[in-house]
C-alpha cells in the first residue's frame, strides 16, 4: 500500500524466545525508522538508520536489537522481552534531504509478549 | 525539548462540523509540522504537512493553521465526514548531524457521527 512492507503483521512470544521484525521499503528511500507504539502513549521513535549512520533512543532496552543490512531493508531483533513490551512496532522511512521529507509508514507489527 | 503537545486527546463531532485539533512545542529547531492519519489497524499515513514559514496550508478539506509566534499549529477538518473518523498525530522533525529525526504528539481520537 505504502511502499514500506512489515512482516509479521502479528506475534506472539513468550518471554524467553528470540524472533525477529522486518521491514522492506521499495520506495528508495535512504533512511528507516523503527517506532514503538502503545496504547494511549504518543508514538516512540527507537532506532533510525540515516545515511548509514545508526541512531537510537538512549531509553530503548538492550533486549531490542537493530540491523540494517542495507538501505531496503530493517530488521529489529527481539530476545528476552517482557509483558509491557506488547505493542504496535512500526516501521517507516523517508528520503533525507527529499525535497518533501515525507515518512512512509508500513502497517506494523502487533507483538505480544506472554 | 524534543516533543509536542496535543489536545484533545478524543474528539466528537458531527456529520459536517469542523473539528480542530491542536498541537504546541517548544523546541525552535523543529523545521517541518506533519499531520498523520492512523485508521485501526493501519499504520499512520502522512496527511498534509507544513513549514514554519508559512502559516496556513490547504489541502482538500484539511488546512494546518501554524502560529510561529506562538509555537502551536492546528488541523482544521472541513466538512467532516465519517469516513474521516480515525486518530490523527502531529509531529515535529528536527535535523540533527544524523539526519532527521521525528517526534510525535500523543494523537486525538476522532470520531465523525453520521
Known amino acids: 500500500e505504502t511502499g514500506v512492507t512489515q512482516t509479521p503483521r502479528h506475534l506472539v512470544m513468550g518471554m524467553t524466545n528470540k524472533k525477529s521484525l522486518k521491514c522492506e521499503q521499495h520506495?528508495?528511500?535512504?533512511?528507516m525508522y523503527w517506532y514503538k507504539q502503545s496504547a494511549k502513549k504518543p508514538l516512540e521513535l527507537m532506532f533510525v538508520y540515516s545515511l548509514e549512520e545508526r541512531v537510537e533512543n538512549n531509553s530503548v532496552p538492550s533486549r531490542f536489537s537493530p540491523e540494517c543490512p542495507n538501505s531496503s531493508h530493517l530488521f529489529l531483533h527481539l530476545h528476552t522481552l517482557q509483558p509491557e513490551d506488547s505493542a504496535l512496532y512500526l516501521c517507516?522511512?523517508?528520503?533525507?534531504?527529499?525535497?518533501?521529507?515525507?515518512?512512509?509508514f508500513g502497517a506494523g507489527t502487533r507483538l505480544s509478549v506472554l | 525539548q524534543q516533543q509536542v503537545k496535543q489536545s484533545p486527546q478524543s474528539l466528537i463531532v458531527q456529520k459536517g462540523g469542523i473539528p480542530i485539533i491542536n498541537c504546541a512545542y517548544e523546541n525552535t529547531a523543529f523545521d517541518y509540522f506533519p499531520w498523520y492519519q492512523q485508521f485501526p489497524g493501519k499504520g499512520p499515513a502522512l496527511l498534509i504537512a507544513i513549514r514554519p514559514d508559512v502559516s496556513e496550508k490547504k489541502e482538500g478539506r484539511f488546512t494546518i493553521s501554524f502560529n510561529k509566534s506562538a509555537k502551536q499549529f492546528s488541523l482544521h477538518i472541513m466538512d467532516s465526514q465519517p469516513g474521516d473518523s480515525a486518530t490523527y498525530f502531529c509531529a515535529a522533525r528536527w535535523k540533527d548531524n544524523y539526519g532527521q529525526n521525528f517526534v510525535f504528539g500523543p494523537g486525538t481520537r476522532l470520531s465523525v457521527l453520521p
Open positions: 520506495l528508495g528511500h535512504n533512511a
Open positions: 517507516a522511512s523517508s528520503q533525507v534531504g527529499g525535497a518533501k521529507n515525507i515518512q512512509y
